[in-house]
């Protein structure tokens, strides 16, 4: 401690070591005023011509960031704060810059982004949700386009092309699951002229915590549809519901947030099941093999009515069961649970029963990210998981100082009995605040307890200056009210306001003190308009002018009340959420309070401590109504999110080890199957595909070492039968004397190659190849499908090796290595099958009665339970969602409508749907 003092932090020195650039920025801004807005942005393309000259984007930093800075306040008035100056060169050196809620984050970004995208290789920033999207793109936007720069935005519901445009932008907004998936998709296309993006250059990641450490214990997967069962789904969420009235059938461990049938309870489900005719025929019981789908959507049917809560972890509007995001509270729309988990719960609220769905892709956050050559980002809380972020993304945490002191007062957690109790204290708590003008937030953990606290607040009575009241006013910022969040955030610095909030972390928006003048002018303008009148550029002027005054007078009140008060109604299991609600109050030096209040029957305290801390509370004598608080009992709940967090790492780092098995062979297809797609001519790879693949033959049945006698000549013909399509005299030459196996090889590639030229010669070069690369891209993507399903269940398999002191990662490495060399042959083989049996038809038959192919998902497992949670954007293959409901359905034949532009059209006539039928629309 002593030498800490006498020498600084670690981190403290880390930072003083920019101090020297960031004296040399401060001294270019007299030079950078002086010049013309032309000259100004006559900047970027110097800076550009330097690079082409040699010099580095680092030896251009200085001039850099102050040409940001002048540029800033010219467009939207703000200027950088040395502080964010620091943290723009932490981001331009890969690293996490750790700031405070309301030093500018969104303002620090603009530093490394402008500097990085003059290489012109492109930009990313990575926001937590489309609304921050769009409000960055377009508020930073305009410095970037002041200085010459373009910039794209990428949300969900985008046409293709309009993907292809943002991504050709310098710089490049959007949220990580829009990039992952379109990342994804690239490698799903038949054309390089449908893929969207360029490349992983430099990224900027926003609340990087909540994507790369919360959001990264799931991979993003596009899957799409199989079979309908939903009967199958309602049959057993009913047995299931019968069943679990009878607690002894069933374990259930919250901590682990799991659920098991006890021996009693499989012992009666399987007579159910029985009884009811749903176990396959002549099987040995429940977990017969054959019935290992049975089981799977039982024990589903189990995790969705005991496990999942209706208003907690998902609500239920319109009949359809939409999930909630549990870091932010927000409804994630869209997204779906997998493995049968969205039906059971769909099944268990009554609701339409949408169809399972199958992996054709996918990437793991970290892997995707870590595609990129230089990966930064900022949020307020990454120090608790530093090592995470140095094992896994190589990156350095620097904490950057506030611009201003912190005035920010953070009082200990009062820890109550009952959440009676706790309740009672709350709501006097919320009074004070109310009756003295203080704003308050008050964050909770689900939309339940928000809708229990706003219930209590209306029926609250309560005395100001003598007179009796009923009832408090307040505003609820949960899924519920998703649209209205902006309203109520810019409410929520008002003097007197009352904000509850379900999960307040990560929202993006901060509380100003007295309220938001533009959201203020915003709805001034609106009124205006909805009585037919549009403001001129004078009264607008005018009404901003007369707001901020306002807001001035009202910011004085609230800092006179002490500020904005923070109130957490209980403890969330992770740290930085509690760290991020209470970094909503003190920004930018304002005064303000913080304080948790806490039961024993909170699901924190109650599964790590709560009996211990009753029995405790009990042996003290603490009264109804009284609190304990201690610094002592605040490292005790410290430890209990410590150990939550430490399993959650393992969670994301064991899904992470998997997923490393996985993604060398996923970087193999996929760059392979983009060196295809850009070829003119594949002659040579199925030339050569061909060749292996009848070596492999004459290998397996005429083994070199073997004698004519073990030969299996009988194999071989049937084979070449079957994948060359050729009628050779193969038993006639194995009987031939002295003849060896090489000769027999050569004779039977001779002839393919023979049939190979024949068939070409029958529907031209030019149409070969076009087939040559379509039936290649469409194998490779058919077996990639099939070997991440085989993976999967692996995957759920492997697990058991364990019991026979064999480790289960190793056993998945040897296992899923055999699953790829297995994929190879089958590709060269069914390419190779394709083109030299498929039949070439001239003529046009009638269109074939198939059904139309199924829509694309996008899933994005559930960070809370490690499920997939899918995100139901469901664009038809090679579509956008406008440009299919754009679509004159009537003009298609019954069927046709869902045919992907790439496919082959269902009249038979071979080529694509695009260039066929599709054309007329």
Known sequence: MFFQRLFGSTNDRKVK???????????????????????????????????????????????????????????????????????????????????????????????????????????????????????????????????????????????????????????????????????????????????VQR???????????????????????????????????????????????????????????????????????????????????????????ANVSVV????????????????????????????????????????????????????????????ENQTLASVTIQNYFRLYKKLSGMTGTASTEAQEFGDIYKMEVVEIPTNRAIARVDEDDEVYRTAREKNLAILKQIEDCYVRGQPILVGTVSIEKSELLSELLKTHEFEVDGKKQKGIPHNVLNARYHEQEAVIVADAGVPGAVTIATNMAGRGTDIQLGGSVDMRLSRWREEQLGLGIEPDADALAAKRAEIETDIADLKAKALAAGGLYVLGTERH??????NQLRGRTGRQGDPGRSKFFLSCEDDLLRIFAGDRLDAIMRTFGVQEGEAITHKWLNGAIATAQKRVEQRNYEIRKNLLKYDDVVNDQRKAVFEQRQEFMEAKDLTEVIDEMRADTIKDLVARHLPPKAYAEQWDVEGLDERVRELLGLQLPIKEWAAEEGIANEEIHERISKAADARAKEREAMIQAENMRAIEKSFLLQTIDLQWREHLMHLDH?????????????????????????????????????????????????????????????????????????????????????????????????????????????????????????HCHGALV
């Open 794 to 914: 692996l995957r759920n398999v492997i697990g058991l090796r364990g019991y026979g002191q064999r480790d289960p990662l190793n056993e998945y490495k040897t296992e899923a290595f055999s699953l790829f060399e297995k994929l190879l042959v089958d590709l060269r083989q069914n390419v190779t099958k394709w083109l030299m049996t498929v039949e070439f038809s001239i003529a046009e038959p009638e269109p074939p009665p198939a059904p139309p192919p199924g829509r694309l998902m996008e899933v994005h497992l559930d960070p809370l339970t490690g499920e997939n949670a899918a995100t139901a954007g469901a664009l038809p293959a090679g579509l956008s969602r406008e440009q299919r409901e754009a679509l004159p359905i009537s003009s298609l034949p019954a069927g046709w409508e869902q045919t992907g532009r790439n496919a082959l059209c269902p009249c038979g006539s071979g080529k694509k749907f695009k």
């Open 296 to 355: 799977h959507h039982v024990n589903q049917a189990l995790r969705a009515n005991v496990l999942y809560t209706r208003d907690k972890d998902y609500i239920v509007r319109a009949g359809e069961v939409i999930l909630i995001d549990e870091f932010t509270g927000r409804m994630m729309q869209g997204r779906r649970l997998s493995e049968g988990l969205h039906q059971a719960i769909e099944a268990k609220e009554g609701a339409h029963i949408q169809p």
């Open 573 to 578: 299991e992770s740290r930085r959420i509690d």
């Open 199 to 289: 490349g992983h250059n430099f990224v900027i990641v926003d609340e990087v915590d909540s994507i790369l450490i919360d959001e990264a214990r799931t991979p993003l997967i596009i899957s799409g549809p199989t079979e309908d069962r939903s009967e199958f789904y309602k049959t057993i969420d009913a047995l299931v519901k019968e069943l679990i009235k009878d607690p002894s059938t069933f374990d259930h461990d919250e901590k682990q947030r799991q659920v098991l049938l006890t021996e009693e309870g499989s012992e009666k489900i399987e007579e159910i099941l029985e009884a009811g005719g749903h176990l396959a025929e002549d099987s040995a019981g429940l977990y017969d093999p």
């Open 17 to 195: 070591a920019f101090q020297a650039r960031v004296a040399k920025i401060n001294a270019l801004e007299p030079q950078m005023e002086a010049l013309s807005d032309e000259a100004l942005r006559g900047k970027t393309a110097e800076f550009r011509e330097r690079l082409a000259r040699g010099e580095t984007l680092d030896q251009m930093l200085e001039e850099a960031f102050a040409v940001v800075r002048e540029a800033s306040k010219r467009t939207i008035g703000l200027r950088h704060f040395d502080v964010q100056m620091v943290g723009g060169m932490v981001l331009h050196r890969g690293g996490i810059a750790e700031m405070r809620t309301g030093e500018g984050k969104t303002l620090v970004a603009t530093l490394p982004v402008y500097l990085n995208a003059l290489e012109g290789k492109g930009v990313h920033a990575i926001t937590v949700n489309d609304y921050l999207a769009q409000r960055d793109a377009e508020w930073m936007g305009q410095i970037y386009r002041f200085l010459g720069m373009s910039v794209g935005v990428i949300v969900h519901g985008l046409s293709q092309g309009q993907r292809q445009q943002a991504y050709r932008s310098d710089i490049t907004y959007g949220t990580n699951n829009e990039f992952g998936f379109d990342y994804l998709r690239d490698n799903l296309v038949y054309e390089t002229g449908e893929m």
